[in-house]
């Protein structure tokens, strides 16, 4: 995978998170974010405006860190990579009119970047990196997919959530437990020390073998909490819920590894990635099967502006960038060769 030569500033902007990275190459020199969570807490979910009013008050200091951190001028920087799409549009806007300004200003390149493909990118930070072709799981906290990455840029999506992503389904449980927005990480502290076999939560699989649903979970959830009363077991209760998603997405991502067949094997990545169950379940089944494993460190699962800078930094050695009429989409499919090939 051929990257732009000199470093790479990358914006991430699409939620909750404001982020700027330097990369050089698949070296990150440095990554800020700067999380809206606490804000965000008070209302129990994210609140676009004040998503967006906060990617304002915290861009320029967090492009600032980022030089800083990486002990770089912006005069040093060869390309500019920014989400812009999917998202939040006002989040969104923030992101691109900063990477706009600052591509004509230095005069260097300018590129969007889909959020997942950042995502899917985000695996070339583990310690081993993946080969192609391969698998990829992403599990956010607005996405479950299954895809066939065949080379860079060149995706097929085989399998995706039919209601609820993973990340939702974690969050929308740990709401239920009182555990703050977010509530992924939360629920997996309080399930360390809980019995993942204390209640029997169902396990949905839909018919379509490379499709999943959640939404049935969050109900069972609920009506084992108010059957349980003020007295149940909390570490009981998140290591059960824990258990269903993870044994899902388990028997799920492996199965579409042995049909789809012939690929290096399997990379992790997204928010949800960062959960430790999941993490060493599927590492432990890929060894078993033979199958490669590649998931990044954990700064790199949740959202940040490193896997845009190397998603961009790819596009833009490819000699593709865009002018400054880039725009935001809300909705966007990941972009795949087949569509490069016809624009
Ligand atoms: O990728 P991400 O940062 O944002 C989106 O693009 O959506 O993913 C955020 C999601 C949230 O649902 C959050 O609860 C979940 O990732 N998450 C976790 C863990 N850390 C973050 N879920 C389970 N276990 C974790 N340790
Ligand atoms: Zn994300």
Known sequence: MKLLD?????????????????LDG??????????QIAMHQQWGGVVPEAAARAHVQSMIPCIASALQAAGASIADVRGIAVTNRPGLVGALSV?????????VA????LVGVHHLEGHLMSAHFAATRPEFPHVALIVSGGHTEIVLVRAPGDYEIFGETIDDAAGEAFDKCARLLGIPYPGGRGLQEL???GNSRAFDLPRSLPKDPFNFSFSGLKTAALRLIEREGPGINRHDAAASIQAAIVDVLVKKVMHALREIGDVWGLTLVGGVAANSELRSRLADKCQQSGFGFATPPMEFCTDNAAMIALAGSWRLAQGQADDSSLDVFPNAELPSSTHQNQS
């Open 26 to 35: 698949f070296n990150v020199r440095a990554n800020i974010v700067a999380s």
């Open 6 to 22: 000199g470093l790479v500033l990358g914006i991430e902007s699409s939620c909750d998170e404001t982020s700027v990275a330097i």
């Open 95 to 103: 992101g691109v009119t900063a990477a706009k300004a600052l591509s």
């Open 191 to 193: 399930a360390a020390t």
């Open 106 to 109: 230095q005069g260097v390149p």
